[in-house]
């Protein structure tokens, strides 16, 4: 069966690398991240937790004296995932009794000290205890399990220096947490509270990234836009405006975004700020009032529309993502329907659409899971075949528009052709030869040529 499925948008949840060269302990550590990007985010912290502590990365398991995963507990398939990878190690331990093997992240913190029932897991640490990983490791290396995974009300990891892997965009997380307690979701108890980073650190941050050849940086928080700085009352879009101002170059994006707190001051300084992307990821998730109830998403449509309309009042031009999950408890065919009705009315340039799926101690887990499989599937499949046709609908009208292009390098495909992303997070290939004037980080005009569901093709203008 089909679960989830991306249209549009960069694939999450492939695992990523981080690699940077530092003091050395004579350890090597590789990382594996699977997830959301606060997961990516999190990965480079602990890298810089680690580096600071002498490891030194590697890029393969092979070469790894500690290896550990980064782990996401969203659905049941996501979890089904890392335990493949466990079992895919155990060869490995076996050969290098010496290896120390972590699993980190939104599973580690979910199942605790049943993970370390596996011979194989030697620490387990959840995503509010990353500053005890070395320590961790140096009980494993001498022969103890170990494991941490106390929430708190206040780690932000405001003070690390994350390892950032080489690139032009970084991530940030900003605020930590959940306080939303979405009946199907495991993130509130597997993040804790929402806690949020000081303004000015914030800032400071984005100066420092620009300062190191970053050209864009996204904002990270699971309700990204519930931010507030404790101390000087600042919310959400005065740190998006003050992070604007001080890195005035700078892209900036931020996800992801709550319904409920796009407020029209958020909207506002968002239109206010070139440098400010015009792409929001606005999660909907049902087009059902009922199902939304039920799913405890503390708005309705309506709302949800009025928002819309809202934003594109200011913007115009906005690109917008959502996340929807089919076939929730209770759904029935009017609910799907309704669904589908919004997504036309919308009209989404790119979503993350999942098929529900019960996840143990939340409060849909006690509503039963009645939605057949074969009916989920079907649903979700109609949703993806309906996002497919309107992102390639609205993609079709870019053709003739010029986009301002971030150069990220060659695309994967064609030696002879580059990516970039547009400021409405779009993928734009372009031709690439031993002429061209521009290196990767610049930002460059292209005319779009033409289009698919997922990708514009453009040629540069230089008028
Ligand atoms: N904080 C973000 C979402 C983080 S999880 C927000 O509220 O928008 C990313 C997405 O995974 C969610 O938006 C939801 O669509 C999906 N998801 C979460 N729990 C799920 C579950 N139990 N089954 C299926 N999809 C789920
Ligand atoms: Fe989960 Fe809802 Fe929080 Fe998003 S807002 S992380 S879906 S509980
Ligand atoms: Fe997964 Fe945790 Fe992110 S459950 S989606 S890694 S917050």
Redesign the pocket.
């Known amino acids: 069966m089909a679960t989830e499925t991306t249209i549009a948008l960069p694939v999450l949840g492939e695992p990523t690398q981080a690699a940077i060269i530092g003091p050395e302990n004579g350890r090597t550590v590789y990382v594996e991240t699977y997830g959301?990007q606060m997961n990516v985010s999190d990965s480079e912290i602990v890298m810089g937790v680690l580096h600071a502590n002498g490891y030194r990365p590697v890029d393969s398991a092979d070469d790894a004296d500690v290896i550990l995963l980064n782990t996401c507990a969203?659905?049941d398939n996501a979890e089904k995932k890392i335990h493949d990878r466990l079992d895919a190690l155990k060869w490995q331990k076996r050969h290098n009794r010496d290896l120390v093997v972590g699993v980190l992240g939104c599973m580690a913190e979910r199942l605790r000290t049943s993970l370390l029932e596996k011979k194989l897991v030697d620490i387990v640490v959840g995503p509010d205890e990353y500053r005890k990983v070395p320590e961790l490791v140096e009980t494993a290396l001498s022969g103890s399990k170990g494991i941490a995974v106390k929430l708190s009300r206040v780690e932000t990891y405001d003070d690390i220096q994350p390892l950032r892997t080489e690139g032009i965009s970084a991530w940030m997380s900003i605020m930590r947490g959940?306080d939303?307690f979405?009946t199907?979701?495991?993130?509130p108890f597997t993040r804790g509270r929402e806690r949020s980073r000081a303004l000015q650190s914030v800032v400071d941050e984005a100066k420092q990234l620009w300062d190191a050849g970053f050209r864009e940086v996204t904002l990270l928080g699971?309700?990204v836009n519930s931010y507030r700085d404790d101390v000087s009352g600042y919310d959400f879009a005065d740190l998006l405006a003050a992070t604007a101002r001080a890195v005035p170059q700078m892209r900036i994006r931020y996800t992801?975004?709550?319904p409920q707190d796009m407020s029209d001051k958020l909207i506002d300084t968002m239109a206010e700020h070139d440098n400010i992307c015009k792409y929001i990821h606005l999660?909907i998730?049902s087009g059902s009032n009922r199902v939304l109830q039920l799913m405890n998403r503390t708005y309705t449509v309506e709302h949800y529309m009025q928002r819309m309309e809202r934003i594109r009042a200011a913007m115009p031009l906005v690109a917008m993502s959502t996340?929807?999950?089919a076939g929730f408890c209770t759904e029935t065919e009017d609910d799907h329907q309704r669904t589908l009705d919004v997504m036309r009315a919308v009209r989404y340039d790119g979503a993350?659409m999942?098929?529900?799926?019960?996840?143990e101690n939340?409060k849909?887990w006690k509503m039963g899971d009645d939605v057949p499989d074969e009916v989920k599937s079907r649903r979700l499949q109609e949703i993806v075949d309906l996002q497919q046709t309107i992102a390639a609908e609205i993609n079709a009208t870019e053709v003739g528009r010029i986009h301002d292009v971030l150069v990220e390098g060659p695309s994967k495909r064609n030696a002879s052709e580059w990516r970039g992303r547009s400021d409405t997070n779009k993928t734009v290939i372009f031709p690439h030869d031993e002429t061209a004037d521009y290196i990767v980080g610049d930002t460059i005009r292209t005319r779009i040529t033409r289009s698919t569901s997922a990708t514009l093709f453009g040629e540069r203008v230089t008028t």
């Open positions: 959301c969203i659905r959940c939303k979405c199907f979701c495991v993130v699971q309700n992801t975004s709550h999660p998730q996340d929807i999950i993350y999942f098929a529900y799926s019960p996840r939340t849909a």
